[in-house]
């Protein structure tokens, strides 16, 4: 079946930091790729995403970068900011039959520190 | 452009107890879909309603139920609530089942069953 893994948390980063969230996936052909973000207390909302090899998804100076040959999907950013902290979540949605299901990654915290 | 809007936001049962929880989709969107979110288990799948009808079901027992309206909007039910159902139950919807097409969430129903 289908599966996403993410790199353990928490994530402790200075601001202006580098960041990077890795993601790999397993999935029968070729799945659309999503990060959400939870701030506390609240829904996901969808960071960015991509839906063939080779597509980068970006947004809020987030990049992320859809590759087949290593099935990944990793999360960057050049300078984190205080307001970034939150967790980050990796996901797929196939594209056959249960093309509304999500599979989620276990998440990432991030925390962001002056 | 209303987002997808779920009711309530929090709530409290008691053992036993059932509980029916409300989303209102995006408008336009056909695709509703339900995850339940906890600590020890992450998010996981539901079940997707198009048209009116139960597209897939994730492993959850039979407690576990939905319906969708013919205007998109839709409910879940958990019947003989247990303290394990206690969690954040969001709802998202998507435009149709595309694989490519974005998932959207809603800020979730906060469910605590003592």
């Known amino acids: 079946g289908n599966s996403v893994t993410q790199m353990e948390g928490p994530v402790t980063l200075s601001e202006e930091a580098f960041l990077t969230i890795n993601c790999t996936y397993t999935?029968?052909?070729?799945?659309?790729l999503f990060w959400y973000v939870q701030y506390p207390g609240e829904g996901l909302q969808l960071l960015l995403k991509?839906?063939?090899?080779?597509d980068k998804g970006s947004n809020k100076g987030f990049e992320a970068t859809y590759r087949k040959e290593t099935t990944s999907f990793h999360l960057e950013k050049g300078s984190v900011q205080v307001s970034d902290s939150a967790v980050y979540f990796c996901?797929?949605?196939?594209?056959?039959?249960?093309?509304?299901?999500?599979?989620f990654g276990t998440g990432t915290r991030l925390q962001v520190t002056l | 452009k209303a987002g997808v809007t779920q009711t309530p936001r929090y709530l409290i049962k008691t053992r036993g107890q059932q509980v029916t929880l409300s989303c209102s989709p995006i408008?336009?969107?056909?695709?509703v879909s339900w995850y339940q979110q906890t600590p020890g288990q992450g998010l996981q799948f539901l079940f997707e309603?198009?048209?009116?009808?139960?597209?897939n079901k994730g492993n959850f027992p039979g407690r576990f139920s939905g319906r969708q309206f013919s205007n998109s909007r839709s409910e879940m039910n958990v019947s003989t609530l247990e303290l394990g159902d206690s969690a954040l139950y969001l709802c998202?919807?998507?435009?149709?089942?595309?694989?490519?097409?974005?998932?959207?969430f809603g800020e979730g129903s906060w469910l605590t069953v003592v």
């Open positions: 998202a919807s998507s435009l149709d089942r595309e694989a490519g097409n974005t998932i959207y």
């Open positions: 999935a029968t052909g070729y799945p659309s």
């Open positions: 991509a839906t063939k090899a080779d």
């Open positions: 996901a797929l949605r196939p594209n056959t039959g249960t093309a509304s299901k999500l599979t």
């Open positions: 408008s336009g969107h056909r695709s």
């Open positions: 309603y198009f048209s009116e009808t139960q597209r």
